[in-house]
């Protein structure tokens, strides 16, 4: 069975850093590109990260760019996104997400809460 | 980047209705749309991609059609257990971009 479990979510003071871990396991990780995906409380979802399977291609969504990097593990089955530089509106529910085959995102992990307040 | 709206916002059926939610596209997508249902509390799960393909495990009552800019999903007969929030989502495109989301409850 496919599993994806997300860990390193906290409260963290505006431009403060924090490290997030996805753990993957059920399926060949090297095999496929990773996204990270957050929902804001009560709002709808947003792309933020895309690493490929070798990490030659990344990209971030506009609103991160500069201060998050995606990074991936494929000895470890492991995928991070450091942030630094946080921001209120950074405040979210982070979900790691892996690529299909196809064109979507067919399997998301449970996601991990990352509070940016002072 | 390109934009999803979908419509409409939220919607209120009853059980065994026919549902219906769409889907548009700011520029031409081809069939690279896909749908996801979110339960209250729960990650995003995948129902349909590539505008029309069931994904495994999905219970065949949802389905999905459309291409290049118009696209729809559909539940057609609505059970208590498909209360949610679906949303549509391009990836032809990076970054890939989500639609705002239909909340749908029963009546």
């Known amino acids: 069975e496919v599993q994806l479990v997300e860990s390193g979510g906290g409260l963290v003071q505006p431009g403060g850093s924090l490290r997030l871990s996805c753990a993957a396991s059920?399926?060949?990780?090297?095999?496929?590109?990773m996204n990270w995906v957050r929902q804001a409380p009560g709002k709808g979802l947003e792309w933020v990260s895309y690493i490929s399977i070798s990490s030659n291609t990344i990209y971030y969504a506009d609103s991160v760019k500069g201060r998050f990097i995606i990074s991936r593990d494929n000895a470890k089955d492991s995928l991070y996104l450091q942030m630094n530089s946080l921001r209120d509106e950074d405040t979210a529910v982070y979900y790691c997400?892996?690529?299909?085959?196809?064109?979507?995102?067919?399997?998301w992990g449970q996601g991990t809460l990352v509070t940016v307040s002072s | 980047d390109i934009q999803m709206t979908q419509s409409p916002s939220s919607l209120s059926a009853s059980v065994g209705d026919r549902v219906t939610i769409t889907c548009q596209a700011s520029q031409d997508i081809s069939n690279h749309l896909n749908w996801y249902q979110q339960k209250s509390g729960k990650a995003p799960k995948l129902l349909i991609y590539d505008a029309s393909n069931l994904e495994a495990g999905v219970p065949s009552r949802f389905s999905g059609s459309g291409s290049e800019t118009h696209f729809s999903f559909t539940i057609s007969s609505l059970q208590p257990e498909d209360i949610a929030t679906y949303y549509c989502q391009q990836y032809n495109n990076l970054p890939p971009t989500f639609g705002p989301g239909t909340k749908l409850d029963i009546k």
């Open positions: 997400a892996k690529d299909s085959t196809s064109t979507s995102l067919d399997r």
């Open positions: 059920g399926f060949t990780f090297s095999s496929y590109s």
